[in-house]
């Protein structure tokens, strides 16, 4: 058996432990929410509910930042008592859930075309990015966390591929953060999409020799990597903001050219509650939620509460974005399509 295959059960086995956990710790705190095995636990809002209730789903890193968020919105008079039941996974699980009958009032996922998929069945609305942000509440880089000490000296997208060095990642077909995680050196390599081979080149020999396991989502890859799992952990610069001020033995790595991470969130037209979701998602383009947010690592799209964290966020050399690449619909069928897709034939000829 292929270490890949062998990596998956694994993973498999690390989600249900992990589901497992979250139910007992659930249950030893009262929480008032039910548990989503396969999205993480949910928890209910420390509101009363006098306001009313929202159904969060979002992608599994996300967490940090609503944490943050929630209870100053619960301040507010539009969120006085809302109190909140969120659910957080893998962003393309989160979204197939939603779309399977999940009841979500506000939904928070990792890329672009797991929003796609609830306006394609008529749970989001067309327009929902039509504002100024594009529907893009706040956003990271991709980054490198190393252990302590860097030791094995990783700078650059050419140091993953050296000899020895295993990298950790989530895979792309479950996980909206390994999507970007590739795309970051696939742009890089491929100087925005102008050689494509040689993006594709890059990835088959880091999927194929340096990628040893495929955790599902960017949380879970984070844990792996806390266990001792890879020397090298692609993630977003907010998660590997988190690990640090964790007290966790990791540094990063903001490479000098990198990826924009663009994260959107909408709320759903099928909202028991659609007027204080559609304010909570509103609300999260204020100064004051923007600001909480760049506290905990993300990058604030207010570009004057970006201004002041320039210490915090680097700005790389180069910062592609998907646009660079011809946009989500392009880069989703020609790189993530499961039958036809060059990203899932690269990790087909891993897994043989």
Known sequence: MSSIRAARRASRTAVVLLAAASLTALAACGGGGASDVAGGAASAGAADGSGGALNLYGFSVAKTGFDAVIPLWNATADGKGVSFQQSYGASGDQSRKVVAGAAADVVSFSVEPDMTRLVKANLVANDWNADTHKGIAFGSVV????????????????????????????????????????????????????????????????????????????????????????????????????????????????????????????ATTSSKNAAKAKAFVTWLYSSEAQTALAKVGYRPVDTSVLSQFSSTFPTPQKLWTIADLGGWKSVDSSLFDKDKGSVAKIYDAASK
């Open 143 to 266: 980054t490198m966390v190393v252990r302590k000490g860097n030791p094995k000296g990783i700078k650059t997208w050419d140091d993953l591929l050296k000899s020895g060095v295993e990298v950790v990642t989530p895979n792309p077909f479950s996980s909206g953060s390994a999507k970007w995680n590739l795309l970051a050196p696939y742009a890089v390599k491929s100087d925005g999409g102008k050689n494509p081979q040689a993006g594709l080149d890059y990835l088959t020999r880091l999927i194929g020799d340096h990628v040893k396991i495929q955790p599902k989502s960017g949380r879970e890859a984070s844990d792996a990597f806390l266990q001792g799992q890879g020397d090298v952990l692609l993630s977003y610069e907010n998660e590997a903001l988190f690990l640090e001020k964790g007290g966790d033995p990791v540094e990063h790595i903001v490479p000098d050219q990198t990826f924009k991470i663009e994260n959107p969130v909408a």
